[in-house]
Structures are given as C-alpha cells and as structure tokens.
C-alpha cells in the first residue's frame, strides 16, 4: 500500500518537474523560434538565395543582396524573418544570462514556484 502511495506522488512530481522545464521562458523562446525557422524555410527557397548571393569577402554586395532580398519580399516573409532575428537574439541572451549566472537550470524553478 505505501509503495502504491510513493509511487503515485513521485509520478506526480515528475509530471510537474517535466511540465515546469516544457514551459520555462527559455523552452517557449525555442519553440516559437523553431516554428518561426521552420516557417522561413516553407516560405523562402535557401538553395535560390545561397545560389544567387554574392561572395561573402564583399561585405557592401553581401549585404545589399539581403536588404533588397528583404525589402522585396513578401510581408509575411519580412514579419517571419523580423521574429526569428528578434527572437532569436533575445533567446541567446537569456541563455548566456542564464549560463553567466549559473540559473539555467534553476531559472525555471524560480519563476513558477507554487
């Protein structure tokens, strides 16, 4: 009887423990940016953008083929490639704040204690 009771609860604290780091800040941050990658790709054909742009070891060429890229391309396209740049650097200073603090793992634990 005590070992069905242990059990119960420690299936319980496991499912909290999963469910708190599933939605930790940082765990929303990269499945909204996976989505948003992913939406990228359905959207854009990167084998005709890598084909076409210019060398790398000309910066003003490199960089201006991105901006007419960007400036002539489709709304959506523009809102996806704004989210996945936007989130995507707020998503790797919340990891190197938390890594620089050592909170990673005690980060999610914080913010949602019950």
């Keep these: 009887m005590e070992n069905n009771l242990r059990k ?3 299936r319980r604290v496991w499912a909290l423990y999963v469910w ?3 939605t930790s800040p940082v765990a929303v941050q990269t499945y909204v ?4 990658v992913y939406q990228l790709f359905v959207y854009v054909s990167m084998t005709s953008v890598v084909a076409n742009m210019p060398s790398i ?3 003003g060429a490199f960089f201006e083929f991105y901006f007419n890229s ?3 391309t489709e709304l959506w396209v523009q809102a996806i490639a704004v989210g996945v740049l936007s989130l ?5 200073r919340n ?3 938390n ?3 050592g909170q990673l793992v005690r980060h999610s634990l914080k913010t949602q204690d019950i």
């Design 8 to 10: 119960k609860i420690m």
């Design 20 to 22: 708190r780091k599933a």
């Design 33 to 36: 940016l996976s989505f948003l």
């Design 57 to 59: 070891m000309r910066p």
């Design 70 to 72: 960007f400036v002539n």
């Design 88 to 92: 995507g650097s707020w998503l790797v």
């Design 95 to 97: 990891i190197i704040r």
């Design 99 to 101: 890594i620089g603090a």
